[in-house]
């Protein structure tokens, strides 16, 4: 009978914080800008230059660790991890080795064959690298160290994963979990979130670890599902028909040719001698921090939705599509406070504000807007002040200004009037202009009356409740 195997997968998750200045000095930690413009001596890895820690890069540690159920070392520590290589001044990362942010934790993960539980190592925070840039003209290689010192956390699960779709579950729930609580936006097309696989193969029930191969910086999931199922089906095929030999390595995916080839041997942690940073201060994490943190962390994604659902009246698909964002939350929560109309609120953000969001090629997690202020647009349409199409004015106007929407509406002519006798010169004046229209209207076209309402509506800009204007033109006509 033939032997059967089971994959065995641990991820390293490295996340860039969403901190405005990198992780030992002030420098700019935001992307663009000319190459080295954000850096000082002390992320140039300058001798004599004293780091001193970011306290906001401990907050999103800390909340990433109890986000993902972790323990938070009261005492955490920054280590030297030796290596060499142009992009990294110093000839040594700062990152953590002895003492951790956070261990111990676990992430829930829901695929086809049910909930399992991740179990992770441990959090720790680090500097990244910089970058390099080779020029093909001058054949000349450049370095650019705007990105050395952002701050970074590295997530380290147990090997507890053992497929691809068990793995492609892990990084969207991490990345869902880690937007709620604004540690990053975790891009993976930005470079915000990027993922190591470790990877090895053992026949199924065996307590023995294969071969393990590691696969770096890995930048898509459906690149990382590839990788995963090439990589199985290579460690299998090597076992059984010893078409090569399995070695620990660490190996690069090439997605296009959807093949993984060897780089370099795999390092072990000796290769790095890892020691204490004697220039690193520990962190000491008093009772007032921790419970602060504590204190400020989201509601997880699926309360907010169970709550939208039983006690709001949202439908399913409409807390779903809120909750796969904390900003839409947040507006929408807002938004409801102000308008008390649950599902108004929520119409508003998913069709409105997603189509101005589409258009300006901007995530849902960009939405950016004053909830408070959209209540009472919707207010104000509710009660028949602002005409429909108006009202989409005003939004468009809050996605660049934090203004007053009845305030502007006033300003704009956008408030409805139902001064009849006005309506009533603008109906006679659009029949006698259109009397075609009005006569196919009385051959039976019902189309013709909604290109009579049209003109109306247009030549009263909008401002007049649709309903009245309707029966007003029906009387006119007949
Ligand atoms: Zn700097």
Redesign the pocket.
Known sequence: MATKYETVIGLEVHIELATES?IF???SAKFGGEQND???P???GMPGMLPVVNKHVVDLGMTAGMMLNCDINRVTTFDKKSYYYPDLPGSYQTTQWFSPVAVNGTVRINTSKGEKDIRIKQIHMEEDAGKLVHDDWTNTTFVDFNRT?VPLIEIVSQPDLSSAEEVVAYLERLRSLLRFAKVSECRMEQGSMRCDVNLSVRPEGSNVLGVRTEMKNMNSISAIERAIEYETARHIDAIENGTEELVQETRRWDDIKGKSFAMRNKETAGDYRYFPDPNVMPVCIDDEWFDGIKASLPEFPEVKKDKYITELGLGEYDADLLTESRALCDVFEEAYAECGMAKEAANWIISNCMKVLNRKQLTADMLDINGKALGQLIKLVADGKVGNANARKILDEMFENDIEPEKYAEENGFIVSNDTSKIQDVINAVVAADQKSVADFKSGKEKALMALFGKCMKELKGNCDPQILREMLLKTIQ
Request: include cysteine.
């Open positions: 990198k000095c002030s420098c954000h850096v000082c002390a992320c140039c010192s």
